[in-house]
């Protein structure tokens, strides 16, 4: 298995909120969200501890809707098998912004601060997906030059 931490990511405001929604973008006019956004983004280099855990797994065979593995789990179900059918590997991870996000809520919930809650929950989503996004792009270039084949992600 491997564990990578090495992700330089930036929280770009404008793309955020183009993320999130018009909605979003309209509460971040309001001033008092305005200054709680920006504390956030003051506190997030404190926070912020990107990882992913992930591996490759050899698929034995399918088993009705899903996945025999080759070390016996059963994984999948439903439409990824109609997807995945020809693939004789699987690339399995997950990824997290770090504990700290997680505490940080927490403190967050018990102050009753739920506004602060629903900023910092769509900054980590953000993240997390930005995460995600580089590690599958990284993926897919360097097994396509290895001439291996992908289904999608």
């Known amino acids: 298995m491997t564990i990578e931490q090495d992700f330089d990511l930036i929280l770009d405001q404008k793309v955020l909120a183009a993320t999130q929604g018009k909605r979003f973008s309209r509460l971040l006019e309001k001033p008092k969200i305005a200054r709680i956004f920006d504390e956030i983004l003051n506190n997030l280099p404190q926070l912020y501890e990107p990882q992913l855990i992930w591996d490759i797994f ?21 439409p990824v098998i109609q997807v995945m059918k020809e693939a004789s590997e699987i690339i399995l991870g997950m990824c ?25 929950e769509s900054i980590a989503n953000f993240l997390v997906d930005q995460v995600r996004e580089t590690f599958f792009k990284q993926t897919i270039l360097k097994y396509t030059n290895e001439g291996k084949s992908f289904g999608s992600g």
């Open 96 to 120: 997290t912004v770090g504990i700290k996000f997680d505490k940080q809520l927490d403190e967050y919930r018990h102050s009753g601060n739920n506004l602060a809650v629903v900023i910092l």
């Open 58 to 78: 050899p698929i034995n065979k399918i088993i009705g809707n899903s996945f025999l593995l080759k070390n016996g789990i059963v994984i999948g179900g439903g």
